[in-house]
């Protein structure tokens, strides 16, 4: 007879657990099988029992949501209440309840406060309560509310610009559906972008929202030698109407041009200093494409319609700007593949227009800044050309155009390996488009009949020949945030003056230098010039041993100067006239952090910091326009002005008006002290 501890005995063992095993799960699979026909069959019998009695009257006595913690009683009952029998005209039957039901679970999930899915559960009311009746019915709908509070860093490289940012996101912050969105970053090109944004439902309807924010940037805009600073704020009503989602709002931005780079042109010193925008914005989204970030199918209309400065606006710039856009895609099938190929066909349109109006009840029109204007080209636009590579520029700034129309076509495939399932595709894509600037009369006043024929005849010049185009391959990653490109893409048409990213060199034909339209001649050293204002900038750049200040008294000494120099500022040029030296706080703990006295706008190199100070924007604006009373911190600037203004020519090139004499006396004085090269102060009274 075996021991306790015969080996025998662990075989035999072995074996009894291992049938026991088998038979286990035999049997749990037999239970699960019998319990899923028997989940089937009840739901089987509940669907009857519903379709049964669709017509069954019912009256909803109650309605509890159970799991919503952190909101607010009063929010739930602006969407519970209807549900109610007692608010109701007439009774429900079965199939009403459960779809009004269902309707309200909707509306809770599009507030976006809530998990997927959202339970809905029908129930009879305690038979011993004396005041149900037959038909009394309890709704029960539960909840499972997403985290309040989210906080992410990170960083980000794309178009040339790397960032690092930090978001806060606070969900539902008051109980009602209301969040709160709080963004900041430092980068490359972007130096600095704070922005905070307060969003909320309006008497509790997700389908119509109100929205207020703060921004504040500093941006440098490499493209035209500058660097842009914004401040404002704004306010919005959204809501989900006839023809897709509407936005009305309004915004008040300040607005900045500093830092200008040393070979910045006139055009862009002209407009550097500070301007508000006041304007309202209204646009209508109407988007219908199944995977916006990889439409296969669908498509999307886009309008906005911006108006700044008019009428009670105010503001110191005034327009109106209308933009448009178009897309549309559609599946390409393959010859014997069943289902989707994952081959798709888009194209899509833009257009838009800036129409300068008068500023406030004014009745003469102004010209616009380039900071409103069109910017076209780049990797997100037109592909193929430098970012603002194509439209106006004057010398190597791009400084956009008033009228642009923009197109591409696409074709994309899956790749071999991954399938349609994987949102990668390969792509085949030509793109083109054109910016134009208003043709303006060189002889005729700016006019709101001058403004009306010179968009007539710009959006001829539009449709003569052919835009810049180019074509190109790559491939598309569409990542749930946002969709990723890698391309290869060669200019096929290519406008004068437009930037492709590697341009080839001219041909030897193409490198002479143009003649000077007026040759003008530098007062001090007889370089020639193509304007008055590239001569001005000459000189006050200190090439020819004068300087900003002499050429004020200069001006102050003119017998007609109270029509373009400002009166208080008379003993000023006397006395102060030139670069203000401009003040920075340095930072203890970094050394290499400048921040402006006057602007509290923050450099991070003593290069940029100089380079502000040196800009007109912190000087005081000494020199009127006699035409318009615009006011300038330099001749350069007011001659700029005059220069390219069909309005305000003031006889520069004739020697008839104010500025015309005045470059007339300039001349005089300058040329008689050359052969001294000594200036006294007795020259300048």
Known sequence: MAGPTDPDDGIFETLRRGDNSAAQEEKTRS????????????????SELVEANTTLPCTVSSVRVLGAVHTRPGFLKRIIDPLLSAN??????LSEAIRETQYAADKLHRHGIFHEPISISIDRPD????????????LYISLREKGRIAFKTGTEAGNAEGSAFTN???????GGAESLNLNASIGTRTRTAYQATFETPILGNPDSRGEVGALSSSTQKVWASHEEVLKGGWTKLKWLGRGGKHELGYSGIWRQITGLAEKASPTVRGD???SVKSSITYSVTNDQRDYPLLPQNGYLTRSTLELAGWGPLQGDVAFGKAEVEGQGAVPVPIPGMKGNSGVSFTTGLRAGLLYPLPLGFDSKPLTSRITDRFQLGGPTDVRGFRLGGLGPRDGPDAVGGDLFAAGSTNLLMPLPRLGPEKPVRMQAFLTGGRLLALKQSETEEMSSSSVRQSISSTVAELGNGLPSMSAGVGLVYAHPVARFELNFSLPLVLHDKHTPPHALPPPPDATRLREPQHAVVCFGCDRLFQTYCSMMLHLEEGACHITTHELGCVATSAVDSDLYVLPQ??????NHYGYERVGFDTDTENENRYECTQCRVIFFSIKQANQHAKSP???PLVFKCPGCAKQYSALSGILQHVEHSTACKEGVYGGTGAMGRLLQLLEERVRGRRAEDVWEEEDFP
Do not use: I
């Open 127 to 138: 038979r011993t309560d004396p005041t149900s009746t037959p038909t009394d019915v309890d």
């Open 31 to 46: 239970v699960n099988e019998r319990e899923k026909a028997l989940f089937e069959k009840q739901q089987k019998r509940l």
């Open 88 to 93: 109701r005209d007439r009774p429900y039957t």
């Open 168 to 174: 806060l996101y606070w969900r539902n912050m008051f």
């Open 272 to 274: 550097a200093g500070d």
């Open 569 to 574: 500022w008379r003993e000023y040029l006397h």
């Open 617 to 619: 924007v912190h000087k």
